[in-house]
C-alpha cells in the first residue's frame, strides 16, 4: 500500500519564518490531506488537496501537488509558536477503498 | 458536537490482563478507524469499519487484538491479554466515507503495559 512520507523530518524556525514540508507517495491517489498533531493530542485535518488541484490556500496554510512527481509541499507561512507541532501527510489511494495512509510525520519547533 | 470521545485517557495495566478501549464517533459518521501510534511505527491502522461493519482488519496484529462496533455511536478494541509491546497511543477516529473523507481523531489512549 501506498504511503506518504514527510521531509525534512524536522524542522526548527524562528518565529515569522516561514516553514516548508515535502511529501512523496509511491501510487495514484484521489487526494491528499494533511494533519497536525500537537504533542498529547489526536491528529487535526488541516488542509485537502484534490488530484486534478495543483495548489490550494487555507488561512496561512498553502498546498502544492505535483501528481506527475507524486509529491507535495506544505507551507506555513509568518510562522508561529502555536504552530509547534508534527505534521502529517495522509493519501487517499484511488484503488479500492480510498482509506487513508499516513506519513510518519514531520516536527517542526518554532521558536519564540 | 463534542468531537470523537475516546476513553480511558490514559490506561495502565500489568502483562496478560484484559483492556478495553472506548470510542464514541461524531454522530452522523459512518466510517470509525483504529490507529496505533508509537515512535518506532507511526502511526498504523489497526481496523476500519463502515456502516458499522468490520472493512479491513488485516492491520490487527494479533489475535489478541479484536475490536467491535456494536452501533453507530460505540466502537471497543479488545487486547486481551495484553503484553508489554502494546504499549502505545491508540486513536480512534470518524468520518463520513466519501470521495473527499477527512478524518476527525479523538484524543487518544495512552496505553503502558507494564
Known amino acids: 500500500s501506498q504511503q506518504g512520507e514527510e521531509d525534512p523530518q524536522a524542522l526548527s524556525i524562528q518565529e515569522g519564518e516561514n516553514a516548508t514540508m515535502n511529501c512523496s507517495y509511491k501510487t495514484s491517489i484521489n487526494n491528499l490531506q494533511w494533519y497536525r498533531q500537537n504533542s498529547g493530542r489526536g491528529l487535526v485535518h488541516l488542509i485537502l488537496i484534490r488530484s486534478n488541484e495543483r495548489e490550494k490556500h487555507s488561512g496561512r496554510l498553502r498546498v502544492t501537488l505535483d501528481t506527475s512527481k507524486k509529491s507535495s509541499s506544505l507551507l506555513i507561512t509568518a510562522s508561529r509558536a502555536a504552530d509547534t507541532a508534527s505534521y502529517f501527510c495522509?493519501?487517499?489511494?484511488?484503488?479500492?477503498?480510498?482509506?487513508?495512509?499516513f506519513g510518519k510525520g514531520n516536527q517542526v519547533v518554532v521558536i519564540p | 458536537d463534542a468531537g470523537v470521545i475516546q476513553s480511558p485517557r490514559h490506561e495502565v495495566t500489568e502483562m496478560g490482563q484484559e483492556v478495553t478501549l472506548r470510542c464514541k464517533p461524531i454522530s452522523g459518521h459512518n466510517s470509525l478507524f483504529w490507529y496505533r501510534q508509537t515512535m518506532m511505527r507511526g502511526l498504523e491502522l489497526l481496523i476500519y469499519?463502515?456502516?458499522?461493519?468490520?472493512?479491513?482488519d488485516s492491520g490487527m496484529p494479533e489475535d489478541r487484538f479484536s475490536a467491535k462496533m456494536p452501533n453507530a455511536s460505540f466502537s471497543t478494541l479488545k487486547i486481551q491479554p495484553s503484553e508489554p509491546r502494546d504499549s502505545a497511543v491508540y486513536f480512534c477516529a470518524s468520518g463520513q466515507q466519501g470521495a473527499d473523507e477527512k478524518l476527525f481523531f479523538g484524543s487518544g489512549t495512552q496505553l503502558s503495559v507494564l
Open positions: 469499519f463502515n456502516n458499522n461493519v468490520p472493512i479491513d
Open positions: 495522509a493519501t487517499a489511494s484511488s484503488y479500492g477503498n480510498n482509506r487513508l495512509a
